[in-house]
Structures are given as C-alpha cells and as structure tokens.
Nanobody
C-alpha cells in the first residue's frame, strides 16, 4: 500500500502560479495528477514515470503546467502557471503500477482561481 499526501493548494488570481506537491510513502511505476471541478467528472491532468521521467499532459494544460519528480524525496510536483478560472478544482495525486491503472489516490487539495 502506498500513501499519497498532497499539499500546496490555495487561492490564486487569474494568471498566477501555484505548485502542488505529492509525497509518496513508496514508489510506483508512474505518478499523476487529476482534478475534479464541481459537478464534473474527474479528469487527467499530467503524469510522469518514476524511471526515466517521461511526462504526459492533458491538452488543456500543455505549456502551462509542468510535472516533475524528486526521486530522493519520493515527491512529485505540479507547477501550475498562467492559471485560469477553469483550472479551479480539487486536485488529486495518484500512483499506478501499470500503464492503464491508477491504484492509489491522495485525499485531494483545493485550487481556486479567482478573476
């Protein structure tokens, strides 16, 4: 069992930046970030492989968000720049053992972007 703890959410103005952190109690094949806005389904944001560091992004965040990892700290980050109101959501960290499954989830952290 891998435990994930997110930190770094908060309130920011449109165009601002935030960095989310996800501390993992162990290492899986991949780590990712998802988000869920009110009355919407949870959606993929970004993912990274622990080994090699390959990254993947949703089209809606490409060029604005960057996912990275610190192997020594077992921590994954999501740097969010040029934030928009539509980025407002609860952001969840996730870990998975295979390319198609996400096995572990964090508790979520709220990101609110105000205009």
């Amino acid at each position: 069992q891998v435990q994930l703890v997110e930190t770094g959410g908060g309130l920011v103005q449109t165009g601002g930046s935030l960095r989310l952190s996800c501390a993992a109690s162990g290492r899986t094949f991949k780590m990712g970030w998802f988000r869920q806005a009110p009355e919407k389904e949870r959606e993929f944001v970004a993912a990274i492989k622990w080994s090699g560091g390959s990254t993947y992004y949703a089209d809606s965040v490409k060029g604005r968000f960057t996912i990275s990892r610190d192997n020594a700290k077992n921590t994954v980050y999501l740097q969010m720049n040029s934030l928009k109101a539509e980025d407002t959501a609860v952001y969840y960290c996730a870990g998975g053992w295979t390319t198609s499954m996400w096995d572990y989830w964090g508790q979520g952290t709220q990101v609110t972007v105000s205009s």
